[in-house]
């Protein structure tokens, strides 16, 4: 079973330019890689400030390398302090009905 996750970032209106290449940069970067099934940034329709990413990973492994990435640590250093509040990461699972 895949892995999927939804994180909402909500962005300070001065860094959201800034904030949205360097997202730009990070999906094109982790879609090359082998474990990433999906990788992509969303803007909200109703919140004008706020990126969705919505992934989907073929494994934890394939999650842990993505982390170790050089250019996972450049978005970090690029997007740090640009957030008006933590980022919600929601790892998802199917609703059993």
Do not use: N
């Amino acid at each position: 079973m895949t892995i999927e996750i939804t994180v909402v970032f909500d962005v300070e209106p001065t860094r959201f330019p800034a904030v949205q290449a360097a997202f730009r940069d990070l999906c094109e970067a982790t879609r090359q890689e082998e474990g990433a099934l999906r990788f992509d940034a969303l803007l909200s329709a109703d919140h004008p400030h706020s990126v969705i990413l919505v992934e989907e990973w073929a494994d934890q492994d394939a999650i842990d390398l993505h982390m170790k990435q050089p250019y996972v640590a450049e978005f970090l250093t690029l997007v740090e302090g640009a957030y008006t509040r933590t980022p919600a990461v929601h790892r998802l699972r199917p609703l059993d009905v």
